[in-house]
C-alpha cells in the first residue's frame, strides 16, 4: 500500500493530525494571499506585524513560512526602490565628484563601526558565558564563607504540625549567598548540572542568572506553585533549550530511547533532601490557550485525589514517546523537566520521572 503523502506548501508532515492541522493553517494562508496587494508595501508590513503579534491562529510551522515570505515580498520592493534611488544618486553623483566622494567615506565609516560593534557584543557575548559557566563550576567547589543558616524564600510556609526542616550539609554555604536556591539537578553525560532556583513568578529566572543578573541563557527554576516541603505531588522544572546546549538545551536527547536505555535516572536535590529519579515518560506538548480543553502538563502540580492522579498518568503515558515500562502510584512524588521545543509554536519537550528509594 502506498504511503500517504502528508506534503502541504513543500513541508511533509509525520501524522495524520500534524497534516490537518497544516492544511488549516494554509487556507489562512491562501486567503491572507489573496486579501493582500503583494506589490504593496504597507498593506505586506501590516500582515507582517499581524503574523508576529499572533493575530492568527496557526499550528505548524507553515506559519514561520509565510512570515518568511511576506519578508521576502518586502525586501523585493526595498530592492526596487533601492535600485530607483540609486539610479538618481549615480545621476547626482556625476555632478557632483566632491560629494560622492565624501558618501563612501562615510559609509565606510559606518561599515567600520559596525562591524566593530558585531565584534565587541561577540566578544562579550562569549564572555557572559565564560563567566556562567565559572560561576557555576565554582557554586560547589569554593562557595563563598558561610555565615549563618538562611529562611529559603520559596513561596511557601510550614504548617504548624510541621517540623523545621534541616538544610543538607552541601547547600548550606550556597543558600546562604543564593537565598532562592531550591535544590540541584544533574543528569549524566549531558550539559545538564545546574542550581535550581525558585521564586515568586515564573518570569525572572528566564532572563537571569543566579547571581540574578540578565542573562539570554536564563537559568533552571521549579515552578512558583511547587512546594517542596509539602511536597508537591509533581514538581515541574523549567529551562530555556539552548542552541548551545546550556541549560536544558541537551534534554531532547531522551527522544531516543537508546538514550533513556543508558541514562534511565536523573539526580534531582531539594536543599533538604537528595534525591534519584526513574524516568517514565517523555512526550511533546505545547502551551494551550486557557480556553482549550485538554491535559495540560503544567498545570499538574498537585492530585488532589488518586482519580485524578490516575488520569493524569494515563494522560502522559498516551503521549510518551516510547513504552519505559515505568508506572507510579498515588503517592509517588513526581518530577517533570519541561524546556521549549520546536517542532510547533509554543512546542515543549517533557521528561517525567518518579522519585525511587536509593539503591
Known amino acids: 500500500m502506498a504511503q500517504t503523502d502528508y506534503t502541504v506548501e513543500g513541508r511533509h508532515f509525520r501524522t495524520k493530525g500534524d497534516y490537518a492541522r497544516a492544511l488549516h493553517d494554509k487556507q489562512i494562508m491562501d486567503r491572507l494571499r489573496k486579501e493582500t496587494n503583494l506589490e504593496d508595501r504597507q498593506q505586506l508590513e501590516k500582515l507582517k ?6 493575530k492568527y491562529k496557526f499550528f505548524t510551522l507553515l506559519e514561520q513560512d509565510f512570515l518568511e515570505e511576506v519578508e521576502e515580498h518586502i525586501q523585493d520592493i526595498t530592492g526596487k526602490s533601492n535600485k ?12 557632483q565628484e566632491g560629494r560622492r566622494k565624501l558618501t563612501i567615506a562615510a559609509c565606510s565609516l559606518v561599515a567600520a563601526v559596525c562591524i566593530g560593534f558585531l565584534v565587541i557584543f561577540s566578544y562579550q557575548d562569549k564572555r557572559a558565558d565564560q563567566r556562567q559557566d565559572d560561576l557555576l563550576s565554582q557554586l560547589m567547589e569554593s562557595p563563598k564563607p558561610f555565615q549563618a543558616t538562611p529562611e529559603p524564600t520559596a513561596q511557601y510556609t510550614l504548617d504548624e504540625e510541621q517540623a523545621p526542616r534541616e538544610v543538607l550539609e552541601k547547600y548550606k554555604n550556597l543558600l546562604n549567598n543564593y537565598k532562592t536556591l531550591i535544590g540541584w539537578v544533574k543528569i549524566d553525560d549531558t550539559n545538564i548540572d545546574y542550581p535550581v532556583m525558585q521564586t515568586v513568578d515564573n518570569e525572572f529566572y528566564l532572563t537571569h542568572n543566579v547571581d540574578q543578573k540578565s542573562d539570554r541563557n536564563g537559568s533552571i527554576f521549579m515552578d512558583k506553585d511547587c512546594d517542596v516541603l509539602k511536597p508537591s505531588t509533581n514538581l515541574i ?4 533549550h539552548m542552541q548551545s546546549g546550556r541549560m536544558f538545551g541537551q534534554l531532547e536527547r531522551y527522544e531516543k530511547k537508546s538514550f533513556w536505555e543508558e541514562h534511565p535516572y536523573i539526580q534531582f536535590d531539594t536543599i533538604y533532601e537528595e534525591g534519584t529519579w526513574e524516568v517514565m515518560y517523555v512526550f511533546r506538548s505545547r502551551v494551550y490557550s486557557q480556553g482549550e480543553i485538554v491535559f495540560k502538563y503544567y498545570q499538574f502540580i498537585d492530585a488532589n485525589s488518586e482519580q485524578e492522579f490516575i488520569s493524569n498518568m494515563e494522560e502522559m503515558a498516551s503521549m510518551s514517546l516510547y513504552d519505559t515500562g515505568v508506572t507510579a502510584e498515588y503517592g509517588d512524588q513526581l518530577l517533570t523537566l519541561s524546556t521549549c521545543d520546536y517542532e510547533e509554536t509554543n512546542g515543549r519537550f517533557v521528561v517525567v520521572a518518579k522519585k525511587v528509594a536509593k539503591e
Open 49 to 54: 506585524q499581524e503574523l508576529q503579534s499572533g
Open 84 to 95: 530607483k534611488l540609486d539610479e538618481a544618486a549615480r545621476n547626482e553623483l556625476k555632478k
Open 237 to 240: 522544572l523549567y529551562g530555556h
